[in-house]
């Protein structure tokens, strides 16, 4: 097993348990137990858990939001798939606003040798994009340590003075009920920015951000063109996207 399948596998069970002990994960993992500190060791310096005697602790079990290291490593599979099902939707030459977080950085990655100009909202994702056919423009702002994303008024006036083709929005959480929900305040005014500012909007959100809590509301699910994910969506769910006018890719 690759340090990344190990690193996801010790990320899921955090998920879901509040400790996971080092012969445990060794076992697991079919590696030994000098292997599995070191992953420990270098997940706790990317800010995924907590290092303690014979273990570790979770960070989101204990009440913490996943930062970026983590969710990087989540359903990655998923988001590479929605990734480069986004992609395949845009035309040559298009002008793309390009979210922040860790889809939007797979997103960036299917992006890259297309001939199109991307903003993107993150250095993860400029990053992403450098050297490749696209063409990439900044947006400006404050940069939000970790999530590497541009945020303020300077970020979201230069937002709205633009005029999209598609602005591909990645939500926190999203469920057909409340709509696009955002981390928070900033990251939502930067969303509902680039979403005024554009002819069509996609959403890329993969199934583990459905049905959730966020602390704010972006928008409803009527303010955007087309929804792509990989979520089975019920009878009830697909009666209100219809409802919505909202186009569903599934996956």
Not at 179 to 196: N, P, S, V, Y
Request: aromatic share 2%; hydrophobic share 45%.
């Amino acid at each position: 097993m690759s340090s990344d399948e190990r690193h996801r596998r010790i990320t899921d069970l955090l998920r879901v348990q509040a400790r996971v002990e080092v012969e445990e994960l060794a076992g697991l993992c079919g590696t030994s137990a000098a292997t599995i500190r070191r992953d420990l060791d270098a997940l706790e310096q990317r800010g995924v858990l907590r290092r303690v005697h014979g273990g570790a602790n979770s960070l989101i079990m204990g009440g913490h939001d996943p930062g970026y290291p983590q969710r990087a490593l989540e359903s990655q599979r998923s988001k590479i798939r929605i990734a480069f099902a986004v992609a395949g939707l845009l035309k040559p030459h298009e002008f793309v606003f390009l979210d922040s977080g860790s889809t939007a950085t797979q997103i960036a990655v299917a992006l890259k040798q297309q001939s199109v100009t991307v903003m993107p909202d993150s250095l993860h994702a400029a990053r992403e994009l450098a050297g490749g056919r696209a063409e990439v423009i900044m947006p400006g702002g404050n940069l939000v340590e970790e999530e590497l994303a541009l945020r303020g008024p300077l970020a979201e006036a230069n937002i709205r003075s633009l005029r999209f083709d598609t602005a591909i929005i990645t939500p926190c959480t999203f469920d057909l009920k409340t709509g696009i929900m955002g981390h928070d305040l900033a990251d939502a005014a930067i969303k509902r920015a680039a979403m005024a500012s554009a002819h069509r909007v996609i959403i890329a959100c993969h199934a583990e951000k459905w049905n959730r809590p966020s602390p704010v509301v972006v928008s409803s699910a009527e303010a955007a063109d087309l929804l792509i994910t990989d979520h089975l969506l019920s009878a009830e769910e697909t009666a209100l996207a219809q409802t919505a006018q909202l186009e569903v890719k599934s996956l």
